[in-house]
Antibody
């Protein structure tokens, strides 16, 4: 069974740091791009970060630039999100998700590649408060 | 960033009803839209990708349509287990963005 399990969430004071982790099992982790998505209490989903399968390329939402860093250890089947200088606005459930792809290879003149998040963890809660 | 606007924000419906949720993108995104279902206290679950392709194992009462800027998720005959919040998401351009969600409640 494909599974993602987040851990490392907790309470942190404003300005503090936290690293959360996501352990994968049941699929070839090193073949998939991984993402983090967060959800503040009572709010919608917000994309946070992504990392390519080999870790060579990453991307962050604007609010995470200069504060967040995504990394992965393919030997440990784990993706990480380090968050520095946290503020109360970062309070949320953080989900990791696997990016899957689909191509309509039969389409002329050129196929399209579609990307979506098909496996999600249950999330880890980060609460930033004084 | 591409804005995704869902309507309505919430709706009340009965078991057996046909339910339609709309999602509008702030610019042309082709068919790069995905739909997720989220129940209270749970992670999102993929329902539909590429605007209209049903994920494996998702009941056929769910369907998606649209292209360009206007998209629709339809539940043909609402079942008790379908009461949840539904999110659209664009994967045309980073940052990926989601709609604000549509909560489907029991009438």
């Amino acid at each position: 069974e494909m599974q993602l399990v987040e851990s490392g969430g907790g309470f942190v004071q404003p300005g503090g740091s936290l690293t959360i982790s996501c352990a994968a099992s049941g699929f070839t982790f090193s073949s998939f791009e991984m993402h983090w998505v967060r959800q503040a209490p009572g709010k919608g989903l917000v994309w946070v970060a992504r990392i390519k399968s080999d870790g060579t390329n990453t991307g962050l939402a604007d609010f995470g630039q200069g504060r967040f860093a995504i990394s992965r250890d393919n030997a440990m089947n784990t993706v990480f999100l380090r968050m520095d200088n946290l503020s109360p606005e970062d309070t949320a459930v953080y989900y990791c998700a696997r990016r899957q792809s689909y191509s309509d290879i039969w389409r002329a003149p050129a196929p399209r590649y579609f990307y979506f998040m098909d496996v999600w963890g249950k999330g880890t809660t980060v609460a930033v408060s004084a | 960033d591409i804005q995704m606007t869902q309507s309505p924000s919430s709706l009340s419906a009965s078991v057996g009803d046909r339910v339609t949720i709309a999602c509008r993108a702030s610019q042309n995104i082709g068919t790069y839209v995905n739909w997720y279902q989220q129940k209270v206290g749970a992670a999102p679950k993929l329902l539909i990708y590429a605007a209209s392709t049903l994920e494996n194992g998702v009941p056929s009462r769910f369907s998606g349509s649209g292209s360009g800027t206007d998209f629709t998720l339809t539940i043909s005959r609402l079942q008790p287990e379908d009461f949840a919040t539904y999110h659209c998401q664009q994967s045309s351009t980073f940052p990926w963005t989601f709609g604000q969600g549509t909560k489907v409640e029991i009438k």
